[in-house]
Antibody
């Protein structure tokens, strides 16, 4: 079964750090660009970061640039998001998503992991 | 960044109705327009990619059209499981921005 499973979310104080993981299975992970998308409770979807298939190129939303780092381990079929200097406005459900090579759309999504930044 | 604007923000309809949701891009995105369905507490699911191509496993009552800046998602005959929130997204250039969503509710 093709799937993505996120982990690593939780409650953290402002200024703290968290590392999210996204384990991929059922497909050739190293063939796909991967993304992180977040959703504030009751709000819409916002693109956070992307990484190309071999990890040599990354991109970030302005709101997280300099604080978040996306990376991947193709040998372990895992995507990561290192989040530092967290702020209250980073509170959201974080989804990892696969960019389909045919569709050029997010064809597979994880179930999401909740990050709460609060003192 | 490319801004995506959906209308309406919410919509009430009945089972069997035909409904249309529109999405407008702030600049031309060719046909790099995708539609997703999201139910409460769940991850989004891809419905339509490249403006008009039906994703695998998606019922044929869903259809998409448009190019350039104006796009539509149509559900030809609403089923009970279609009541959800729908998002458009451009994949023409990063950041791959989403519309604000259209919540489809039962009348």
């Amino acid at each position: 079964e093709v799937q993505l499973v996120e982990s690593g979310g939780g409650l953290v104080q402002p200024g703290g750090s968290l590392r999210l993981s996204c384990a991929a299975s059922g497909f050739t992970f190293s063939n796909h660009w991967m993304f992180w998308v977040r959703q504030t409770p009751g709000k819409g979807l916002v693109w956070v970061s992307r990484i190309n298939s071999d990890g040599s190129s990354t991109g970030y939303a302005d709101s997280v640039k300099g604080r978040f780092t996306i990376s991947r381990d193709n040998a372990k079929n895992t995507l990561f998001l290192q989040m530092n200097s967290l702020r209250a406005e980073d509170t959201a459900v974080y989804y990892c998503a696969r960019l389909g090579n045919l569709e050029y759309a997010f064809d597979i999504w994880g179930q999401g992991t909740m990050v709460t930044v609060s003192s | 960044d490319i801004q995506m604007t959906q209308s309406p923000s919410s919509l009430s309809a009945s089972v069997g109705d035909r409904v249309t949701i529109t999405c407008r891009a702030s600049q031309s995105i060719s046909n790099y327009l995708n539609w997703y369905q999201q139910k409460a507490g769940k991850a989004p699911k891809l419905l339509i990619y490249a403006a008009a191509s039906l994703h695998s496993g998606v019922p044929s009552r869903f259809s998409g059209s448009g190019s350039g800046t104006d796009f539509t998602l149509t559900v030809s005959s609403l089923q009970p499981e279609d009541f959800a929130t729908y998002y458009c997204q451009q994949s023409y250039s990063t950041p791959y921005t989403f519309g604000q969503g259209t919540k489809l509710e039962i009348k």
